[in-house]
Structures are given as structure tokens and as C-alpha cells.
């Protein structure tokens, strides 16, 4: 194993520290737990965001802490799920009166511990929802979940629902639109090589020289098979007939896509496959109506990449478009 660290057992303080240092004007850690919050917070009149998971997929999750995205980002330890205390000291010091949401992507012991910790806020009579996201149509269970994986389309959650959040939309308004988010949203994945959490050591699978994997998830479970690599063209075109698929479209319809690339894809074979993706999607007279391309939710230093395909109507477009700045993600009007 070869990686920048010290000490396999520190590596996410060390991670947090780093990132304080190289964003103070964004960002402040709760003292004695993992928790990342917007330096700001909590924002009085302003529903609250919480997000979270594992470490190891950065830029998520603390990378969407900041203006127009998430209050919170709960950090566990590489793959494993935050603790229902970091999840509690997060919805306690975003809570602006205006209640908290939370965004737990499907994984047993995220949405275990989010809820349990939404429990514990609850009975200090804080106004507390939840959404769950499940964009991933590789595989219906996996090692880590009951029904589908919530993969990279949940920055579409964190976007749009922060978006509207921002407006100073109350609880029910920005749960409503995070979840017509989760409903129009499709995403799946592959591999090339496979990931080395810094405490095992060693690789969490094995590939042969000239073998991909289909339908990988995050954290590198099984997909939904192996296969002999092939060129761009035929990998991008098998991963968007499932998303497509998945979901009805119709003529025109308009969407928002994203390639993201998983910790050791180079930028210049994403943009490939993006080249890949509009060209499928026009051949449907499907209107990409914007498009992101980089590393959003990665998974340590994994080669590969996935689609997601966020489907959208005038509110979901506006939002999205709506000034947005934390860490990593900036956009302004």
C-alpha cells in the first residue's frame, strides 16, 4: 500500500484539519466530533442541511458545505457510516429554528444512525425530516443495502434542495423538492482498478488486466458483472441504457448531467465519456440542459467512473442554476 498518510487510524482528523486550514472563511469543526459546518451556522430563519457518510468519497460530503448546499457534513471513518452522536451534534448546531433536514444516502448504517439520530433531536423539540437517496439502477440490494445505492446524484440533492433551503422555503417545501429530485434521478457506475482502504491494506477487489467492472458500487461492492474492456463509446452507451431506461422520457424532455470520476480517472477520458453521453442523449432528443464533469463523489484512489441523469422541470431548473459557493462547488449567476 502506498499513500500520503501518517497513521491509517487518523487519517479523517488529519483530512479535517487540512481542509479547515485550506478553507477558514467556508469552515468550522465541532469540537469532539467529526462534523464539518458552514462557518456561519446556525443561520437564523433557514432551514438546515445535514449530510454525511463515509470518508473516502471526498469532496463529499464537507465539500458541499457553504452557501446554497449543505450546513453539515458528518464525517465516519473511511466507508463506514457517521455515528448517531455525530449526526446529533450536527442537527444541533444547524438548526435555525426553522427545522433540519437531513440527506442519507441508502446505506443500512447511514440511514440506521441519521435516524436515530433525528430521534434524539426530536426529543429536544427540534423540528427534524429526512429524505433518502437511491439513484443507483446497477442493483436492486447490495452488501451495504436494502433496495438501491445512493450514489453521486445526491449532489443534485444537495444542490437544488440547499437551493431552495437558501430561498428561506420552510421544512416541508425543501423536503418536497428533494425528493422530486430523488424521483427523476438515475445514476450508474464502473471500474476499472479498485480502491485500498488505508486499515485493510490491501485492495477491496481484484480486476484482471483486461477486465471492468459494470454497475460498481462506492464503497467497491459488486457490480452487476464483469466484462472484457471495450472502447468509451460502448461503455457509456451500456450504463446509459440502464439510466435511461429506468425512468420514462419523452421527447425534448430536458436534463441535468453528470460524469463523475471515481479518484483515478483522468479529466481527459471524462470529458470523453461526456462527449459520449451528449452525443447517446441526442440521439434520444433528449436536451442535456446542463452539464458537470469532474470529481464529485469519489471513492479513495478507484479508476472508473458513473453517469447520473437528473431530469428536470422549470423549478428544478431554476434551482439548480441558483448561486451556489462551498469548498468544492462554485457557481454563481
Known amino acids: 500500500m502506498k499513500k500520503l498518510i501518517n497513521n491509517p487510524d487518523e487519517v479523517v482528523k488529519e483530512m479535517i484539519s487540512g481542509l479547515l486550514y485550506a478553507y477558514p472563511s467556508y469552515l468550522r469543526k465541532l469540537d469532539n466530533v467529526d462534523v464539518v459546518v458552514r462557518k456561519a451556522s446556525p443561520i437564523e430563519g433557514k432551514v438546515g442541511l445535514v449530510s454525511g457518510g463515509g470518508s473516502g468519497h471526498e469532496p463529499a460530503h464537507a465539500g458541499y458545505v457553504g452557501t446554497g448546499m449543505l450546513d453539515a457534513a458528518c464525517c465516519g471513518a473511511i466507508f ?40 434524539m433531536a426530536e426529543m429536544d423539540g427540534i423540528k427534524v425530516s429526512e429524505v433518502i437517496v437511491n439513484d443507483d439502477v446497477a442493483v436492486e440490494n447490495s452488501t451495504y443495502t436494502q433496495g438501491r445505492r445512493g450514489i453521486a446524484g445526491t449532489i443534485f440533492v444537495h444542490k437544488i434542495a440547499g437551493a431552495k433551503a437558501e430561498e428561506g422555503a420552510e421544512l416541508e417545501e425543501v423536503k418536497e423538492v ?22 485493510a491494506g490491501k485492495p477491496s477487489f481484484t480486476l484482471e488486466e483486461n477486465e471492468i467492472e459494470i454497475g460498481i458500487g462506492i464503497h467497491g461492492e459488486p457490480g452487476t458483472h464483469r466484462e472484457k474492456i471495450k472502447g468509451a463509446k460502448e461503455i457509456v452507451a451500456e450504463l446509459m441504457d440502464r439510466i435511461v431506461s429506468d425512468l420514462p422520457y419523452e421527447k425534448d424532455d430536458e436534463v441535468a448531467l453528470m460524469i463523475n470520476g471515481l479518484g483515478s480517472t483522468p479529466l481527459s477520458e471524462l470529458f470523453i465519456a461526456n462527449k459520449e453521453a451528449n452525443e447517446y442523449l441526442m440521439g434520444k ?49
Not at 87 to 108: H, Q, S
Not at 184 to 190: K, Q, V
Not at 305 to 319: C, P, W
Open 178 to 199: 428533494a425528493e422530486r429530485v430523488i424521483n427523476n434521478l438515475r445514476s450508474m457506475g464502473m471500474a476499472f482498478t479498485p480502491c485500498t482502504v488505508p486499515a
Open 285 to 333: 432528443n433528449i436536451n442535456v440542459y446542463k452539464t458537470y464533469v469532474g470529481e464529485y463523489m469519489t471513492s479513495l484512489e478507484m479508476s472508473g467512473f458513473s453517469i447520473s441523469l437528473l431530469k428536470l422541470d422549470d423549478e428544478l431548473k431554476s434551482l439548480l442554476d441558483a448561486s451556489a459557493d462551498t469548498p468544492a462547488f462554485r457557481q454563481f449567476k
Open 80 to 119: 463506514t457510516s457517521p455515528t448517531p452522536d455525530q449526526v446529533y451534534e450536527a442537527i444541533k448546531a444547524v438548526d435555525g429554528g426553522k427545522g433540519v433536514l437531513l440527506i442519507i444516502k441508502n446505506y443500512t448504517g447511514d440511514v440506521m444512525n441519521f435516524e436515530m439520530a433525528k430521534e
